[in-house]
């Protein structure tokens, strides 16, 4: 097995609405991705960090990106992040 890979990035603007829509109640959403990409997700504040193997932290990161994108135009929920989430 290969050692862990990290993708550290900001998300932009900074906005504490979005980052809560983002996260999700108690991080439901990040806990999500982490479950479907086998990666472990950590933030503070817009500054987030995936941990895991290459290719699905890279995903992650994407698909995070997104979600953070899709938050400025409505409530995010779990069958919003769901299908998100493919490998």
Do not use: I, K, W
Request: net charge positive; proline share 7%.
């Amino acid at each position: 097995m290969s050692a862990p890979q990290t993708c550290d990035f900001v998300l932009e603007p900074a906005d504490n609405d979005r980052l809560a829509n983002l996260c999700g109640q108690f991080n439901e959403h990040l806990r999500q991705v982490e479950g479907r990409l086998g990666v472990a997700v950590s933030c503070r504040g817009n500054r987030f960090r995936v941990v895991g193997e290459a290719g699905p932290v890279q995903l992650a990161g994407r698909v995070l990106r997104h979600l953070y994108r899709e938050a400025e135009h409505g409530p995010l929920t779990p069958d919003r992040v769901h299908p998100c989430c493919r490998r």
